[in-house]
């Protein structure tokens, strides 16, 4: 096991009919600011609902924070906690307006270029306080509840944004604001998850028997849960647990002590970016590529992964791996993925767009072994075609 | 899935050589009490070395918090808080030294009779600010390191006391200061971290499956390395994941959002309080007996257990149950643990005080389904004899 520090303060309140506890949560004297993206969290009615338990502070609100938030949309919230004097940020939706809204906790206490903040990769930006944030979280996908890091978005890159000071204080996890959500983000949301724990995960071997049991719980519980959240939307246990499963994914646990690949994330983030796909679908795309390109490099994990997650213990090694990878793209797209590049109308000529990309912004040697070099990320996307 | 919160802010510092971390964990100007047992840590040099990395400090020491710790000397060590002005608890030691340690920072703060401490069972007690601690764990068993709670002797009774205000800032958690304890204190961590693992686990189902598969992970995981890590005790990697499972046995995660039981401690510290039984031991000699008088109650999570846990899959549900069992009275066995009551000398006179014991101090309705009565709680400790 490699050594790891592990701290998470975010505190969890989660359940059916927890919304009420904000006035609570919440400083009694605080000026809040509600973030939110589109119209959903409105037109169902989440949002009245927040601000009804919220009586006594002033509410200020900032929509229209898009998917893959964008830096300029930020900048337009942090002037309206200037001129509010806003001293509390309440997120309210999915992983886009939760990033967003860590984003806008640092750059408002920024004395800096705020686009420097853009620049520190998955290095602790260099601020001193942030606002506090406190979340009710609508869509369960990228576990920014309980973690320190968000993604932003610019001039057509995407950029990673750490600090320990982006920790929620809190974050209200009530699976049943999530019935309305349409299946495509579900499916996303499933999808992410499931590559949050396996970049984690399918790496190489240190002995994290902790680690490795609680990612491989993470992923049965989706292949169980997940076709069956899609189609029954309202049963709540299975929501539940969606929910339960996409926070654990990526709140540092599973990563503590082992190797991280996250190669699949940065080509996939370029994907969105050039493209417009959905982060969700990017990764269906990729991951099963980038195992078969690696799968000597993998090799053990990925046994280990089909044997203990997929139950396959026939064959010889290369076949339980074929049939380990098999098994997830079929996953994937009884999810309703559609999981080659072609199916988006990307080919060669898009790889090589993307390739350039990725050197571009320097990730020319991904992965727990940090060997992919951007040859390696065109063989992969060329096996995704 | 149960409704359930979850906050757990301590900061693990997991793995070789972190102990010069010291000097960035504990504050600068910080008077340091540090708190620990018996002669280990000074024998073995891990005392001196907390020191050396604590440059520039005023550090005092309290030694002698003896297993399962006594509210008369941890009064001396409030005390000694006061009389030196201490403002920083650094507890070096095991499960008892922490405990003790949570309850000296809580009494030195205490406005009123700190015996009032020992009376609010698994509620926070009533106390607004308490001393800061960290921690160096030198005995992995407890999980006291990442949670709010300990246990303190009194008058023949044990006392749980809860706060928020009792988590540690930091634990510095190496393998490597473990190495030196003795075989059957490995053995006692060991079994104490089942026990806690399965009175979280084998209650009733509520479709809880990350947690569920968490639970089973870190059983699956003492399993295969308990025995390895007495045998061997400087391998690092089996003592990494016993640490490892030890803390996150008992830090909130695993029991969020299922039903608890806690039967088998309740039973077991009156045991220990009685005929000074090692902690682990009575838990060791209570649990198969509880799982053998409550297996209706329990029949759902026993067959899950024995299935996923122990690979059990042939025979009726009660042979799978009987093996479960089984399999389970082994494994203590052969940690070296004698599991009958009258291995150690009790009859059932001893019982009988044992059940008046559980009467006097309340434990009149145990378990996850609180219809464990004395004469419940007596057919179980008939079952162990």
């Given at each position: 096991m490699l050594n790891f520090d592990f701290h998470n303060p975010t505190h969890i309140v989660f359940g059916k009919d927890r919304l009420n506890e904000l006035d609570?949560?919440?400083?009694?004297?605080?000026?809040?600011?509600?973030?939110?993206?589109?119209?959903?969290?409105?037109?169902?009615?989440?949002?009245?609902?927040?601000?009804?338990?919220?009586?006594?502070?002033?509410?200020?609100?900032?929509?229209?924070?898009?998917?893959?938030?964008?830096?300029?949309?930020?900048?337009?919230?942090?002037?309206?906690?200037?001129?509010?004097?806003?001293?509390?940020?309440?997120?309210?939706?999915?992983?886009?307006?939760?990033?967003?809204?860590?984003?806008?906790?640092?750059?408002?206490?920024?004395?800096?270029?705020?686009?420097?903040?853009?620049?520190?990769?998955?290095?602790?930006?260099p601020v001193d306080n942030a606002l506090p944030i406190g979340t009710v979280v609508t869509l369960p996908a990228t576990g920014s509840e309980m973690n320190s890091g968000g993604v932003i978005s610019h001039q057509g890159g995407k950029y990673p944004v750490f600090s320990p000071l982006s920790f929620p204080r809190f974050s209200i996890l009530d699976p049943e604001l999530t019935y309305t959500l349409p299946v495509n983000q579900v499916a996303n949301g499933i999808v992410d998850t499931f590559i949050h724990t396996v970049e984690q995960y399918i790496t190489y071997p240190v002995d994290g028997r902790f680690q490795d049991r609680t990612s491989e719980g993470i992923l049965q519980t989706l292949i169980e849960i997940g076709p069956k959240t899609i189609e029954e939307p309202e049963d709540y246990d299975a929501r539940a647990n969606l929910v339960w499963c996409a926070t654990m994914a990526l709140n540092g646990l599973i990563g503590a002590g082992v190797p991280q690949d996250w190669e699949t994330h940065m080509i996939g983030h370029e994907l969105t970016a050039m493209f417009g796909l959905d982060h969700g679908l990017t990764l269906?795309?990729?991951?099963?590529?980038?195992?078969?390109?690696?799968?000597?490099?993998?090799?053990?994990?990925?046994?280990?992964?089909?044997?203990?997650?997929?139950?396959?213990?026939?064959g010889s090694d290369d076949e339980i791996i074929d049939a380990a990878i098999a098994r997830t793209e079929e996953f994937f797209t009884g999810l309703g993925m559609k999981i080659r590049l072609s199916d988006h109308g990307i080919d060669e000529t898009g790889i090589k767009d993307i390739v350039a990309a990725l050197e571009k912004h320097g990730l020319t040697a991904l992965s727990e072994t940090q060997d992919v070099t951007p040859d390696v990320s065109e063989r992969i996307l060329k096996a995704a075609l």
């Open positions: 609570s949560l919440v400083p009694e004297s605080a000026r809040v600011l509600i973030t939110y993206g589109g119209g959903s969290v409105k037109k169902f009615g989440t949002l009245d609902k927040v601000i009804q338990a919220l009586p006594g502070r002033e509410v200020f609100r900032f929509g229209g924070i898009e998917p893959n938030p964008k830096f300029e949309t930020l900048m337009k919230a942090v002037d309206a906690v200037k001129e509010n004097r806003i001293d509390f940020l309440l997120a309210v939706g999915g992983g886009s307006v939760m990033d967003g809204t860590k984003f806008i906790a640092l750059a408002s206490a920024y004395g800096g270029e705020p686009e420097e903040l853009l620049s520190h990769g998955f290095n602790p930006v269906a795309l990729v991951q099963p590529a980038g195992w078969k390109v690696r799968r000597e490099q993998k090799k053990e994990k990925l046994l280990q992964y089909g044997r203990r997650v997929w139950g396959i213990t026939a």
